[in-house]
């Protein structure tokens, strides 16, 4: 890991402050997704990570977490399970130490409960319109899509509902068509 904090130019006196305190409690250390990330039993429980405006700390299971000082982010409407605490300035993490610490314990508990958030099912996502009409128009795109992994789905679901105007939505459906019909995800190659 040090040799991860000697690379980092931005919020690496942040990312030392966070590791410290994140250390005290006999978590394995590991980067994951190019990032520091802590476990406990081979279950994620945070990771440090950086953006161009603040670091943060996301807690995997966060949605769980309490938040009595009511710091946790959820950063997009789309995220069901983790939680992020961010920061612009070491300060902010000394001050929140003894509050940080408690919400670390707290996950490490709720992992040890061996509880679990519960995920919205794809089944549950409303799909646009423009692609339900593609769906029922070619029997085959509808097999494809039904055999993609669910995480996958979500993504075109997703990706399908972002804009506002139905001419979008109808041009990435159409677009995409041929990556779902060859089984393949938004972002696969």
Request: aromatic share 12%.
């Amino acid at each position: 890991m040090i040799f991860f904090l000697s690379k980092v130019k931005k919020w690496r006196e942040e990312f030392e402050k966070l590791r410290m305190i994140i250390l005290d409690y006999q978590l394995n250390e590991e980067l994951k997704w190019g990032v520091p990330c802590y476990t406990f039993q081979n279950s994620n429980i945070v990771l440090i990570h950086g953006f161009k405006e603040y670091c943060a700390l996301l807690f995997f299971k966060g949605a769980l977490l309490k938040d009595t000082h009511g710091i946790l982010i959820r950063q997009t409407e789309n995220v069901q399970a983790s939680r992020q605490v961010r920061f612009t300035s070491i300060l902010e993490i000394v001050e929140l130490e003894p509050v940080l610490k408690a919400y670390v314990h707290e996950a490490i508990e709720i992992e040890k409960a061996g509880l679990k958030v519960e995920l919205k099912k794809t089944s549950e996502y409303a799909i646009p319109e423009e692609f339900q009409k593609k769906l029922n128009e070619i029997p085959a795109l509808k097999s494809a899509f039904d055999a993609l992994t669910p995480g996958r789905q979500r993504a075109y679901i997703f990706y399908f509902s972002q804009p506002k105007q139905s001419k979008t939505r109808e041009s990435r459906v159409e677009k995409c068509r041929p990556q779902i019909l060859n089984g393949k995800g938004l972002n696969d190659q």
